[in-house]
T-cell receptor, first 114, second 114 residues
Framework: AQSVSQHNHHVILSEAASLELGCNYS??????LFWYVQYPGQHLQLLLKYFSGDPLVKGIKGFEAEFIKSKFSFNLRKPSVQWSDTAEYFCAVKDSGGYQKVTFGTGTKLQVIP | EAQVTQNPRYLITVTGKKLTVTCSQN?????MSWYRQDPGLGLRQIYY???????DKGDVPEGYKVSRKEKRNFPLILESPSPNQTSLYFC?????????????FGEGSRLTVL
């Protein structure tokens, strides 16, 4: 069974600080990896995804993530956060084969202080 | 506009009173899924459906039923709700092909069972 671990449950940063949120997954096969964002009171939206190719993936709003296969990791980064980045961030993994199960991590709440 | 629509968005009910949360998508997606979101637990999959008349249990199916009679609709049924089903529920459909798809979420339904 696949599983996802997000190490940080709650992160508080000042504006312009750099961000890195950890995500590790366990699964023996080939995976697709995602980061979703949930702004306060809203539904989840896709931030970025990795399917194959370049392990450094760029998403919306200046976010990027690096897939390190040997470490089973897919950490999310942003060089300089803004107050509007305050949200909850979820890492997710999906089997890239025919089976469609998507497993989510427990989420990281990011609070950016102006 | 492409969307996943859930109803009701908010509901307060009492233990044992059957309820249905509807989910409809207008994107002709084959795969649909229900998740519940609870603080500290992230999103957990309740049921999913690979296509019409094909449904399967996710990680936390107890106390829930689903049906998929048409491609666009995937209702979640709580036959006898209990307080531990108080949660935020999200319906999602898979956008894209099976190998490279991403989840597209509805706005969420906040359910309180007294």
């Amino acid at each position: 069974a696949q599983s996802v671990s997000q190490h940080n449950h709650h992160v508080i940063l000042s504006e312009a600080a750099s961000l890195e949120l950890g995500c590790n997954y366990s699964y023996g096969g080939t995976v697709n990896l995602f980061w979703y964002v949930q702004y306060p009171g809203q539904h989840l939206q896709l931030l970025l995804k990795y399917f194959s190719g370049d392990p450094l993936v760029k998403g919306i709003k200046g976010f990027e993530a690096e897939f390190i296969k040997s470490k089973f990791s897919f950490n999310l980064r942003k060089p300089s956060v803004q107050w509007s980045d305050t949200a909850e961030y979820f890492c997710a993994v999906k089997d890239s084969g025919g089976y469609q199960k998507v497993t989510f991590g427990t989420g990281t709440k990011l609070q950016v202080i102006p | 506009e492409a969307q996943v629509t859930q109803n009701p968005r908010y509901l307060i009910t009492v233990t044992g009173k059957k309820l249905t949360v509807t989910c409809s998508q207008n994107m002709n997606h084959e795969y649909m899924s229900w998740y519940r979101q609870d603080p500290g637990l992230g999103l957990r999959q309740i049921y999913y459906s690979m296509n019409v008349e094909v449904t399967d249990k996710g990680d936390v199916p107890e106390g829930y039923k689903v049906s998929r009679k048409e491609k666009r609709n995937f209702p979640l049924i709580l036959e006898s709700p209990s307080p531990n089903q108080t949660s935020l529920y999200f319906c999602a459909s898979l956008k894209g092909d099976r190998a490279a798809g991403e989840l597209f979420f509805g706005e969420g339904s906040r359910l309180t069972v007294l």
